[in-house]
């Protein structure tokens, strides 16, 4: 393994290796991406083409009658009987409208007759800004009551999908999610604007994990929709990650190590190349990967006599595991979903272990959990390039040196965050990661000082190293 402190990216026969096992990547991953069992996939379909032509059927009734109207009573108790055959098959129930087409965890639910509601039931939540909802168990009677009257008319119906989630919870429906918006994204479509800013997608990305996290110490199956959503939107920044070392503005350490071990993982496989659907799917389980910490030990429920005990979160020893259990909770055995569970099982195993060579995901995602853990300031607060030193030690043995390898050019000589001293006394600090071998030890930076030491005021200028001044010396952490 080349020293990445003084070596050009593919040093030695590095480069050849990694061509070499790129084939073997490739077959590996050739289907991992969202797979599904078939038969389970069929009684999705049948049961989630019931459930939205009840779901249009209510919705659309609420503008000819009250909502106490007997009329409503048998299509409310076929809508929980219904759910109650999804929920025994999935566990959670996600219903998605995207533009006219709809889906029920995943698989397209698809109609002959546009008056089924297939689609048209989009259009009907769109009226409160939803684009989607969750059934993390088979609400009452009076919650499925509480949904459809919000889609009636105001002043008895909801205005929005905020003042909707409002009235679910004051009635205590809190097995019924709401999402927001969904959209196809056109080829060739220019980006948002919104989504061109990396700190708004930090930021809107750490509030998902954090919400995640909330619902899974809530006992909640696991739902990936929200997290892949949030993996798309990094991916679509491209490799402009200011930012990358810090956690984005009122994230909690738990969602900025997470958002950054996803973005390092995203970049790492996409410098070993692997297909598109791969490279989201283990977003996704980097995402998840320290999840097990959500899991509660020794909990007890409430009886009749003693209130209920919290517990608590496992120590590292056992997070992995944990982890583990709480992801295979989702119901199904598609391959995207054991890929994810075998990541937060083994992402802490050494490439060398004697139980075996843990998974892609896994050896990837030790490299860069441990990067984040040796740079992040409440961890080993190193400069990236000694972390990345530190890493090299254990190729071969704790890493996987081709993967390791790979990380190392895709870093870059000084990875984002670095402090560095220019030759003509300014400082800079290194924003960006390696944008091709010939700019592997120049990269993009900021400017932090004046010639004279002094600290810039305002905005930082940018500056692009490759076109000079020359870099002097790394700084350490700073």
């Known amino acids: 393994m080349a020293d990445p402190a003084s070596s050009p990216p593919g040093a030695g026969t590095a480069d050849a290796t990694l061509h070499e096992a790129q084939d073997a990547l490739g077959r590996a991953l050739e289907r991992a991406r969202s797979g599904e069992d078939r038969e389970l996939a069929a009684q999705v379909r049948d049961h989630g083409h019931q459930l939205v032509r009840l779901l249009f059927g209510l919705l659309r009734m609420t503008r000819v009658h009250a909502v106490d109207n007997e009329a409503f009573e048998k299509p409310l108790h076929e809508l929980r009987e219904t759910l109650e055959l999804l929920i025994g098959l999935l566990g959670v129930v996600h219903c998605i409208a995207v533009e006219d087409q709809v889906y029920v965890n995943d698989v397209r639910i698809r109609f002959q007759d546009r008056s089924e509601g297939g689609g048209e039931l989009g259009g009907e939540l769109r009226r409160l800004g ?114 990358l070392w810090d956690d984005p503005r009122g994230a909690s350490a738990f969602g900025g190590h997470t958002l950054r071990v996803c973005r390092y993982a995203l970049y790492l496989g996409q410098a070993c190349g692997l297909s598109d659907e791969a490279v989201q799917d283990l977003g996704l389980a980097a995402m998840f990967h320290d999840i097990g910490y959500s899991a509660r030990e020794g909990a007890r429920p409430a009886t009749a006599t003693e209130p209920a005990e919290p517990g608590y979160a496992p120590p590292f020893e056992r997070h992995a ?158």
């Open 130 to 243: 939803i684009g989607g909802i969750s059934f993390h168990a088979v609400p009452g009677p009076d919650s499925l009551r509480v949904l459809v009257r919000g889609f009636a008319k105001p002043p008895v119906g909801a205005v929005s999908r905020q003042a909707l989630a409002l009235l679910l919870g004051g009635t205590g429906a809190e097995s019924i999610e709401l999402h927001g918006l969904f959209r196809f994204r056109v080829s060739g479509e220019e980006e948002e604007v919104e989504i061109r800013d990396a700190r708004v997608v930090a930021n809107r990305a750490t509030s998902v994990v954090d919400e995640t996290w909330d619902n899974l110490v809530g006992s909640r199956v696991p739902n990936p929709l929200p997290l892949r959503r949030a993996v798309t939107e990094i991916l679509h920044m491209g490799p402009g990650l200011e930012g």
């Open 321 to 478: 595991a944990a982890g583990a259990r709480v992801l295979l909770r989702q119901r199904g055995f598609h391959e995207a979903k054991i890929r994810r569970a075998l990541a937060a099982l083994e992402h802490h195993r050494d490439y060398d272990d004697a139980r075996g060579r843990p998974s892609l995901f896994a050896r990837i995602l030790r490299i860069c959990e441990d990067y984040d853990n040796l740079v992040r300031r409440r961890g080993g607060r190193l400069s990236p390039p000694q972390a990345m030193r530190r890493l090299v030690t254990g190729a071969g043995t704790r890493y996987d040196p081709v993967l390791l390898q790979a990380f190392v050019n895709v870093m870059g000589r000084f990875p984002p965050g670095t402090l560095l001293q220019l030759v003509d006394g300014r400082v800079a600090r290194s924003i960006g990661t390696a944008r091709s071998p010939q700019t592997w030890a120049t990269p993009e930076a900021r400017i932090e000082a004046d010639e004279r030491g002094r600290p810039v005021e305002g905005e930082f200028p940018m500056i692009d190293l490759a076109l000079g001044p020359a870099i002097v010396r790394e700084l350490g952490r700073g």
